[in-house]
């Protein structure tokens, strides 16, 4: 989809200042990819040079620390809530170690 960010400023403003907000369900899964990008290109520029585990575990950090977006469609299908992320911190250690066990120790990733 083009740039749904650009084309729904009232919701993206709706959502930085109330940390939700609803939206058409066609539009949602862009407008979601859309912020999540922001995200993970603030993480590559404020981060030079980490390698692609380090960078990895920033994007993890992130859903963690409520910096990433998600959304979920109403039982109607017409409409979805956008919000930030959450992860308990058990799901946070065994998605660490998940992505931990797809890096080799010695491999310069």
Not at 65 to 79: I, M, Q
Not at 87 to 100: E, G, I, R
């Amino acid at each position: 989809m083009a740039d749904v960010l650009k084309n729904n400023p009232e919701a993206v403003a709706d959502l930085k200042k109330n940390g939700t907000v609803q939206l058409n369900a066609v539009i949602a899964d862009s407008f979601v990819d859309q912020l999540n990008n922001e995200v993970g290109r603030q993480i590559a520029t404020n981060n030079p040079g980490l390698t692609m585990k380090q960078i990895a575990i920033k994007a993890l950090e992130a859903v963690r620390d409520g910096k990433s977006y998600v959304y979920e469609v109403g039982k109607n299908g017409k409409l979805a809530t956008i919000k930030h992320s959450s992860m308990t911190q058990k799901q946070f250690a065994k998605a660490l170690k998940s992505l931990n066990d797809q890096f080799k120790p010695n491999e310069k990733n």
